[in-house]
């Protein structure tokens, strides 16, 4: 049997490592099935051994790139151990040597054997969700602690401590209480509440502090619902990086006020509008910079400034549905219609092309946009009661941000129209980057069936990139499918 050569053989302990810290510094998701979990954790310590068993080579070459750790062991903990047990009795174990040279050179001897060595580690991940803390007396808690501190300094290359936690307030307080520069949690509650935590001065006014240490630096998920604009921001501002945030019931200036606390209010005030350069990128940041979705109650409609700001704040967001009154948006781009109720209220106008031009120009030229979802909604019910086309100038000017974006994978509407069959052949004949479409048409209409169908297939038809077209009709539910992927699969 021949050998595998070194070369080989270092590169398949290097895929195998680099799975191996991928799982390891990785939050598993919330609510994720335990038994896959275990059947997961499982793998991994399977891999580690595997590899670590071969031969001396292959042992020295995954210690060298063993950069990542889970509760402080290089592999996950089998599920009949406790984390606070495991932890604990290591805590107990712990033997303090003195600082001497046999001591030492008996420690440069052990270390040889070692699979981790701590000099290499750069994320470690605790599960402080598996703790049940509410049952650990303080005195103990306060120790735990301690012990944890003290051995996190035992790795002087260590980059970021991950915390998967749960959605108790006890993982906070736990986690407030680590002493180390950077930390990146799995989940936020924005509305938590601490009792140690209330105002404090700023200048001549009182500002909410944040129930988070200064260590905490980044938020995986967080969820909230009916929060102040100034809470949110006292909460957001320390923040280095939020990847998912989910906002139920907020009013939709939540969003210009999140700008002006996160980022700055010199954007977007009358006095220098005009004078504000339309621009894809900013260059401010915040913590929601980094976010990739960000799910808004879905009653809220937008408007044209609103939207403006939620672009703004998420430059880089993966996932974006919004709902915006359609016919004011045609009265104020092309003037045919005779508008909305909304669009007799000069404030939900003011400024409309300027932050109409940042609209277009951000979805056409966004690079990591991969679902775009618009809804036609209005606050007033006149919205909903006359059918409208969707006239040449419209489809032109929005039409063309998204036919020319070439990100986007995925496009639905809803309660459009069923006469807007010009806005999508616009779309289909100038984008091919677009391959799945679901559209839920606000049909006022009784017809026996519903006969704007029969024009879409004949143009879906035409279309051969199309690879997903659903329609659902407001009056008779789903009336067409058309899905190449199954028939592929069939295949």
């Known amino acids: 049997m021949t050998k595998l050569s070194l070369l080989l053989e270092k590169d398949i302990i290097s895929i195998l490592a680099k799975e191996i810290n991928k799982y390891n510094k990785t939050i598993p998701l919330f609510g994720e099935d335990e038994e896959e979990k275990a059947k997961k954790e499982s793998n991994i310590s399977e891999l580690v051994k595997s590899i670590s068993l071969v031969n001396w080579h292959w042992f020295n070459s995954l210690s060298s790139k063993l950069v990542s750790l889970v509760n402080f062991t290089h592999s996950p903990l089998p599920p009949t151990i406790k984390l606070f047990d495991y932890l604990w009795n290591k805590k107990i174990t712990t033997i303090h040597h003195d600082d001497n040279k046999n001591n030492n050179n008996n420690n440069n001897n052990n270390n040889k054997f ?28 306060n120790q735990f602690i301690d012990f944890i501190n003290k051995k996190l300094n035992e790795f002087n290359n260590l980059k970021k401590l991950v915390i998967s936690n749960g959605a108790e307030n006890n993982d906070i307080i736990f986690t407030n209480k680590l002493d180390f520069h950077y930390i990146r ?27 988070l240490s200064p260590n905490i630096k980044e938020v995986l998920d967080s969820e909230g619902s009916d929060i102040l604009a100034s809470r949110l921001v006292s909460i957001l501002k320390p923040l280095k990086k939020i990847e998912n945030l989910i906002i139920d019931r907020v009013d939709v200036n939540l969003f210009i006020e999140l700008y002006k606390g996160l980022i700055g209010d010199g954007d977007g005030d009358g006095d220098d509008i005009n004078t504000t350069t ?63 109720m909304c669009s007799k209220i000069h404030e939900c106008n003011q400024n409309f092309m300027h932050y109409w031009k940042f609209i277009t120009e951000c979805i056409e030229n966004h690079k990591t946009l991969k679902l775009l979802s618009i ?43 069923p006469n807007c069959l010009d806005f999508y052949e616009f779309i289909f004949k100038n984008n091919q980057t677009i ?43 789903d009336v067409f499918t058309h899905n190449t992927l199954k028939t592929s699969k069939k295949e």
Do not use: W
Request: glycine share 4%.
């Open 114 to 141: 070692k699979l981790i060595k701590n000099e290499n580690i750069k994320y470690i991940r605790l599960n402080i969700s598996e703790i049940s803390l509410t049952e650990i007396d303080q005195d103990k808690m």
């Open 185 to 211: 949690i799995g989940f936020l509650y924005l509305g938590i509440t601490l009792e140690d935590v209330g105002e404090e001065e700023e200048g001549n006014h009182s500002i909410t502090k944040s129930p």
């Open 278 to 340: 339309t621009t894809t990128t900013t260059t401010t940041t915040s913590c929601l910079s980094f976010a990739k979705s960000l799910t808004i109650d879905n009653y809220q409609v937008h408007t044209v400034e609103s939207l403006y700001y939620v672009l703004k704040l998420v430059p880089n967001i993966q996932e974006l549905s919004f709902q915006i009154c359609f016919d004011n948006l045609v009265l104020q781009i092309d003037g045919t219609t005779k508008g909305c």
């Open 375 to 417: 809804g036609q909604h209005c606050t007033f019910p006149i919205a909903y009661a006359t059918q409208f086309k969707l006239p040449i100038k419209f489809i032109e000017s929005f039409g063309s941000a998204i036919a020319n974006n070439k990100s986007i994978k995925i496009f639905k509407t809803s309660k459009l129209p």
């Open 435 to 477: 391959t799945r479409y679901s559209s839920h048409f606000l049909n006022m209409t009784i017809d026996s069936s519903p006969s704007y169908v029969d024009d879409f297939k004949i143009l879906i038809n035409q279309y051969k990139h199309i690879e997903v077209f659903l329609i659902f009709d407001s009056t008779f539910g």
